[in-house]
């Protein structure tokens, strides 16, 4: 078995199971939003080394809370990711 680690932007180590095909990521943030599409929700990381691991659905989480589609909050989150994203790239 072969797993492929790639450290992407934000924190965020994504794992590549070669024998499998399933993806891993691993979010490590401080105080930040992150939109995971596995389980369309946004997981809100609370404290710095708060971590989420997610393997096709949320499996795992350490100071997180998960923000789904029909909470209150969700736009808003949304909306301060799509502009983070915007000023990264």
Given at each position: ?89
């Amino acid at each position: 078995m072969t797993v492929i680690v790639t450290k992407i932007s934000g924190g965020i180590t994504q794992l590549f199971n070669t024998e499998t095909g399933k993806v891993t990521l691993k979010c490590k943030e401080d105080s930040a939003l992150m939109y995971i599409e596995a389980f369309g929700g946004i997981v809100r990381f609370n404290k710095k080394s708060a971590t989420a691991t997610v393997t096709g659905n949320l499996t795992t989480l350490h100071s997180c809370d998960v923000i789904k589609e029909n909470d209150s909050d969700f736009k808003e989150s949304l909306s301060v990711i799509i502009e983070k994203k915007k000023r990264i790239c």
